[in-house]
């Protein structure tokens, strides 16, 4: 952002919108893994052991991010930055399945999204620091593992 008068709306937008985001992961209670592991246990649906709640948080946040992309289409530029910020990366290639896969496992094995993990930190659960600090390694090994193979560092373009 180069115009400093758009900094203090653009930041009380992300703090407005993180305290919302922060809030909803309690109150939907997907900061407790054991909710998040019945929900993504579908085998658990013929003995009635399946949890669908946390879909209602997932079906509204993609209702929302749909209207908002659809209206900040017709705009020329938003309403707190300078330009609109769209991925660079807009295929599907073996990084992004991969790493989807790789995502999915260590998510269904604890339970605990990085989201959630990061709103836990003001209450310290039990293994939450061994959980981030795997979380970090794990991030910084894909860079590493990335870079080696030869693909561009993040916010880098393709072409």
Same mark, same amino acid.
């Given at each position: 952002?180069?115009?400093p008068a758009?900094?203090l709306?653009y930041?009380a937008?992300?703090a407005?919108?993180?305290?919302l985001?922060?809030a909803?992961?309690y109150v939907?209670?997907m900061v407790?893994p054991?909710?998040?592991?019945r929900?993504?246990?579908? @085998?658990?649906?013929?003995s009635g052991g !399946?949890?669908p709640?946390?879909?209602f948080v997932i079906v509204?946040?993609?209702?929302?991010m749909?209207?908002?992309v659809?209206?900040?289409?017709g705009?020329?530029?938003?309403l707190?930055?300078? @330009?609109f910020?769209?991925?660079?990366?807009?295929?599907?290639?073996?990084?992004l399945v991969?790493g989807a896969a790789l995502?999915?496992?260590?998510?269904?094995?604890?339970?605990?999204?990085p989201?959630?993990?990061?709103?836990?930190i003001?209450? !310290?659960?039990?293994?939450?620091?061994?959980?981030l600090?795997?979380l970090?390694?794990?991030?910084y090994?894909? @860079?590493?593992?990335?870079?080696w193979?030869?693909?561009?560092?993040?916010g880098?373009s393709?072409?």
């Amino acid at each position: 952002m180069s115009k400093p008068a758009l900094a203090l709306p653009y930041i009380a937008t992300a703090a407005v919108s993180g305290l919302l985001f922060g809030a909803g992961l309690y109150v939907s209670q997907m900061v407790d893994p054991l909710k998040v592991l019945r929900f993504l246990d579908f @085998t658990a649906i013929p003995s009635g052991g !399946w949890d669908p709640s946390l879909a209602f948080v997932i079906v509204p946040a993609i209702v929302v991010m749909f209207v908002a992309v659809r209206v900040g289409r017709g705009r020329a530029a938003p309403l707190f930055d300078i @330009t609109f910020h769209e991925p660079v990366f807009k295929q599907v290639d073996m990084p992004l399945v991969l790493g989807a896969a790789l995502f999915g496992i260590g998510w269904g094995m604890s339970g605990i999204c990085p989201g959630p993990a990061l709103a836990l930190i003001p209450f !310290w659960p039990p293994n939450l620091l061994v959980f981030l600090v795997a979380l970090f390694a794990g991030s910084y090994g894909g @860079t590493l593992f990335m870079n080696w193979r030869g693909y561009p560092a993040l916010g880098a373009s393709r072409t």
